[in-house]
């Protein structure tokens, strides 16, 4: 239960539907408040959403089935080479009915099905030890999965293996092409975090003031769409009953909105944009990104990566942080390559990409057309949601990349 | 007997009732505040309180969970047979099963009745005055976040092999996020504080030590790359310690997700590294009596000298290794099954206060804040490079501030390159719950421009 005033939130909740506990946490709630009572609103039947498709119910399923599927893909990853020691294959379901309701006359329903598969492969040669990783999921049901499931295992085996043969990461300032997919976390990092409208409202963004700026070069477009039909970060509505939608945030280069909930929504004056998240009934709703990528553009993969003398080609990363106040970032590269005389050569490891995300954004300098949209867990607040992170190739004329090497 | 007692018994007698060999229940209340405030007036404020009980149900060598909100009778005896049910769906360990020694040590001072003598108003208070602490320190531009937060929490254990127990405890901690500088220069500090109660938190130095953090940050440029001595501070330390704590459970060494497996009596650390779990220290915000499964708390030492002793053991992993447990079934709370974790950790302190340090430092770096340890951090081989800012040291002393840079070492050159411990240790919440001084290390890769 939240009661909003002005800026000032009261939330609390209780495990459980017991009416006297529901209640007693609402009067908990309005009793912060000072002010006249105001009669309760008609409270209509709340309308479904337009979810997405689910072929399949992963609940329906059976237990062995998925046993199964995890030890055929623990079977191919030990299976393809003698240095693969060790494999952990994760399975997760999660269906979620969601109902919200507010004073307004807002009575919204969802229900979400989201499906995960992950690998982590574990090689080892000499005494070296190097790990990979590789996931698929999405809002979808068990057809998302039952495809060459192997396929997962296969990659994050692939890139264990493949550090096994790593140098160490080069230090200094370089070009960085950036894989696509989960390659788009940097902009998710660098970029996403900075426009969420309660970072801005507070000044905590470097984006805050920079509305209708152009940041980046005319090429770039991005976009945070929680509607895209069964992504990882699509839900029908989000967590205060706003339809999920599109919001271009960068067009051709010029930033043009910030993703918005309801309550900071009303402080500036315009249309929550469908980004008030929350983990779950225990937290409050907060501007979140759904799925947040870069629009496609015409380069090819060949032809970012022709261009370069001496870069990093970051195919995946472990991971990154920002501080949405300054846009400082760090990038832990998971895969990683040495790009020497225009050619993709030895893999790396232990590359960091250090940087600022508004001189990132501006030193974009090419995108190719191969957009995919990969599954992250974004934690933010204490909260952590499924969020949807993608792009296509994107090539950055210069990042720090803080190496090994010495 | 509490409520909480009778569920915890029920869980138990359900779980047999059903057909379970063994089973154990663990039933807790939960209930807490948060208020946090920015340019003086309340952003939020939340009240919440959650109970329920999870019950682990063991059948020939196979081990069900489940869990529920609902403590009635039935409610209970729902729960006690979905945990045997969803028994029959595993796969067999013959390690998994309940402790044979079950205890609970005496921790003083877990609870403090003086938060029951704080109103919201006064939390309120209190959050306004770590705001004010920090905005009033000249060069603050902005209070980004200034949040007090306090839980209180009972739990009640019992098992089919006659352990019935239970405790209350008490936390409460405040924080603040200062800004300090504009636009490209702009640079943020954090001020923590915790204990067991309100009184324990003393809003001027949460509020002034994040003032203090971002206003040393200011006018930070990018040093050039080089090897250098590095001054970890106690937030940067314990951010290290809570990851290597990580590694020295015994699941992730049988994993062979640890790279200190194979590695006990060996020397790991610099001479000068002690580093314990201690889940009866009074301070310790993960203290308990006993852990998760119904072993009694204790202190285990992990690294003395340099060297190191042991891992850290539920009673799964104990019994596959053929040891005993340390107590360290963690429970995150009635909602998940134990499973191997850290207490407290505590880095022992040294001798040299900071000053000192920087003195051996000679020339090197100070580091204030670590961005990236978890995506930036190997946990099989330890390799890691990590985004990191604060200061030059120069001549043995503190000089310009610096951002935009990484650290990169591994987990075990830079345990054994430790060359000398800070005396000020303090508690830090971040990476689990550990108390760390700061820490000298005698090289690392700096890089930068």
Request: net charge negative.
């Amino acid at each position: 239960v939240r009661v909003v005033q002005g800026d000032s939130s009261y939330y609390g909740y209780v495990d459980g539907h017991a009416e006297e506990d529901l209640l007693r946490v609402a009067g908990s709630a309005a009793q912060a408040l000072r002010g006249d009572a105001r009669g309760p609103a008609p409270v209509p039947a709340a309308e479904r959403a337009d979810g997405h498709a689910v072929r399949v119910r992963p609940e329906e399923v059976e237990a062995a089935r998925k046993a199964d599927l995890l030890r055929a893909c623990d079977e191919h990853a030990r299976g393809l080479a003698s240095e693969v020691v060790q494999v952990r294959i994760g399975y997760g379901e999660s269906r979620r009915q969601v109902e919200v309701f507010n004073s307004e006359g807002r009575a919204a329903a969802d229900d979400r099905t989201r499906i995960r598969l992950s690998a982590q492969v574990v090689a080892r040669r000499d005494g070296r030890v190097e790990t990979g990783s590789d996931t698929r999921g999405g809002h979808a049901g068990w057809e998302l999965i039952e495809t060459e499931p192997e396929a997962v295992a296969e990659k994050a085996a692939r890139r264990a293996l493949t550090l096994l043969d790593a140098v160490d990461a080069p230090t200094g300032r370089l070009p960085v092409v950036v894989g696509n997919g989960f390659g788009g976390v940097l902009l998710h990092e660098a970029v996403g975090h900075g426009l969420e409208a309660d970072a801005v409202q507070k000044r905590a963004s470097v984006y805050a003031g920079r509305l209708g700026d152009q940041l980046a070069d005319p090429l770039v477009t991005a976009y945070d769409d929680g509607s895209r039909p069964n992504d990882w970060g699509s839900d029908g509505i989000d967590d205060e009953g706003t339809p999920t939608r599109r919001t271009t945030v960068i067009e051709e280069g010029r930033l043009v909105s910030y993703l918005y909930d309801v309550q900071r929504a009303r402080k500036d004056g315009v249309e929550s944009t469908g980004n008030g998240r929350r983990e779950s009934f225990r937290h409050l709703p907060i501007p979140r990104m759904t799925n947040t990528f870069f629009a496609p553009g015409d380069a090819t993969v060949d032809g970012l990566i022709g261009e370069i003398e001496r870069g990093l080609y970051a195919v995946s990363f472990g991971g990154g942080q920002v501080e949405p106040a300054t846009g400082d970032f760090v990038f832990g590269v998971s895969e990683g390559y040495l790009i020497e005389g225009g050619k993709v050569t030895a893999p790396v490891r232990g590359a960091t990409l250090v940087g600022n995300g508004i001189e990132a954004l501006a030193a974009v300098d090419g995108i190719a057309a191969d957009l995919e949209i990969a599954t992250g867990y974004c934690g933010k607040a204490g909260q952590s949601v499924a969020a949807g992170v993608g792009q296509p190739h994107v090539r950055i004329r210069e990042l720090t990349v803080g190496g090994t090497a010495s | 007997v509490s409520e909480l007692d009778e569920a915890a018994r029920r869980g138990v007698e359900g779980a047999l009732d059903a057909g379970a060999s063994d089973a154990e229940a663990w039933a807790e209340e939960a209930t807490s505040r948060r208020v946090r405030v920015y340019e003086g007036e309340v952003e939020s404020l939340s009240d919440a309180g959650g109970r329920g009980v999870g019950v682990r149900a063991f059948v020939d060598g196979r081990s069900g969970y489940a869990y529920g909100t609902d403590l009635t009778e039935e409610g209970v005896r729902d729960v006690a047979r979905a945990a045997r049910e969803a028994a029959e769906a595993a796969d067999p360990d013959e390690h998994a099963g309940l402790p044979d020694e079950l205890g609970a040590a005496p921790v003083e001072g877990l609870a403090s009745p003086a938060l029951h003598d704080w109103t919201t108003e006064r939390k309120v208070e209190l959050a306004l005055a770590v705001e004010r602490a920090a905005r009033e320190r000249p060069g603050v531009t902005q209070v980004e976040n200034a949040v007090y937060s306090d839980s209180e929490g009972s739990v009640a254990l019992a098992n089919s092999r006659g352990f019935a127990a239970g405790y209350h405890a008490t936390q409460a901690w405040a924080y603040a996020s200062a800004f300090a500088g504009e636009g490209a220069d702009l640079m943020t500090g954090l001020g923590v504080g915790l204990g067991r109660d309100p009184e324990a938190l003393d809003p001027d130095a949460i509020g002034g030590e994040a003032a203090e953090r971002a206003l040393a940050l200011v006018g930070a440029r990018q040093p050039e790359s080089r090897r250098c001595p590095v001054v970890l501070d106690a937030f940067v330390a314990a951010s290290f310690m809570g990851f290597i704590g990580a590694m020295l459970s015994a699941d992730a060494v049988q994993r062979g997700r640890s790279l200190f497996a194979d590695r006990e009596g060996d020397e790991v650390a610099g001479p000068a590294l002690a580093l314990a779990d201690d889940g009866t220290d009074p301070e310790g915000p993960s203290s308990a009596p006993f852990d998760g499964e119904g072993s009694a708390s204790r202190r285990t030492p992990l690294i003395e000298g340099g060297r190191l002793l042991t891992f850290l053991f539920d009673v799964r992993t104990a019994r596959r290794a053929g040891r005993a447990t340390t107590g360290n079934a963690s429970r995150g709370s009635y909602r998940s099954p134990p499973s191997v974790g850290t207490t407290n950790l505590l880095l022992e302190p040294g001798d040299d206060d900071l000053e000192g340090l920087f003195r051996q430092a000679g020339d090197g770096l100070y580091v204030t804040d670590v961005a990236g340890l978890h995506s930036g951090v190997n946990p099989v081989s330890g390799t890691f490079s990590v985004g990191a800012e604060g200061r030059l040291i120069e001549a043995g002393e503190a000089a310009g501030p610096v951002r935009e840079l990484t650290i990169a070492s591994d987990l075990v050159s830079m345990l054994k390159a430790v060359r000398a411990v800070g005396s000020e240790a303090r508690w830090v919440p971040f990476g689990g719950s550990v108390k760390a001084p700061p820490l000298l290390i005698a090289e690392m890769a700096v890089s930068g421009s």
